[in-house]
């Protein structure tokens, strides 16, 4: 499946102290068609905590087209964006749902 705007994708992600990683779920928020061509991929993390913040956006399973979350609700955190090397993309995990 080609990684396109609205995947949710495990990304590996480093912590902070730049010493360890851990996969964690992203929102691809590039369009499909800079997807294709690109050799990196725009993204908003993706957390299973609420801040109770006006930048976040949660996600529940009726969001979704196809695919699955592990912890439901989840929160996109829209004031946390990262460019990432489509290579570091471990899979997609789902789809969210065009809204029209």
Sequence with gaps: MPVKQGSIVLVDFSYSNLKETKYRPALVISSSKYNETAIDVVVLRVTSRSRGSAWESKIIIDDLAEGSID?????????????????????????????G
């Excluded at 829209?78 to 969210?96: F, G, H, P, T, W």
């Design 71 to 99: 912890i439901e609700p989840s929160y996109v955190r829209v004031d946390s964006i990262y460019a990432v090397e489509k290579k570091i993309i471990r899979k997609i995990v789902a789809q969210l749902k065009e809204r």
